[in-house]
């Protein structure tokens, strides 16, 4: 095998599978970190609702939309390995739509900013939506 043999086929090959292993590895320690996240949501979740006679519904639903975020990003790393190593592009829309329902919870002084997130919500519905109109058209 010459040089030239080895540059054309060989060491794509193993750049692409150290690249593919580096990633991996980070997403999988992402993966550890997300879950620690929500085990910490879960313990604030249940501190909340069992040793505080009074559970505050803003900060309640802001716990519950954020172990949802987090959860989504668990279910978006599982994709990740179950697809190939790749992202679908739906589940960062629906990590964004839960990430402005935080931010309507959380930030919801202004009427502007409000009006806003939901506009930003909508956009995502509608490209979420044309994301499954086109998965759609590539099956048909």
């Given at each position: 095998m010459n040089t030239q043999d080895?540059?054309?086929?060989?060491?794509?090959v193993m750049v692409t599978n150290i690249l593919r292993i580096i990633l991996s590895t980070t997403v999988i320690m992402l993966a550890v970190i997300d879950l620690v996240a929500v085990l910490k949501v879960i313990y604030g979740l249940s501190i909340m609702i069992f040793t505080s006679g009074n559970v505050v519904p803003a900060a309640f639903a802001e716990q519950i939309v954020m172990f949802f975020l987090y959860f989504g990003f668990l279910a978006l790393i599982s994709q990740?390995?179950?697809?190939?190593?790749?992202?679908?592009?739906?589940?960062?829309?629906?990590?964004?739509?839960?990430?402005?329902?935080?931010l309507i919870i959380v930030d919801h002084e202004s009427a502007v900013n409000t009006i806003l997130?939901?506009?930003?919500?909508?956009?995502?519905?509608?490209a979420?939506?044309?994301?499954?109109?086109?998965?759609?058209?590539k099956n048909f």
């Open positions: 080895f540059m054309e086929t060989k060491l794509p990740y390995f179950k697809s190939g190593y790749h992202f679908p592009l739906r589940y960062f829309i629906y990590a964004g739509i839960t990430a402005m329902l935080r997130f939901a506009g930003a919500i909508l956009l995502m519905v509608i979420l939506c044309l994301v499954f109109y086109s998965d759609k058209l």
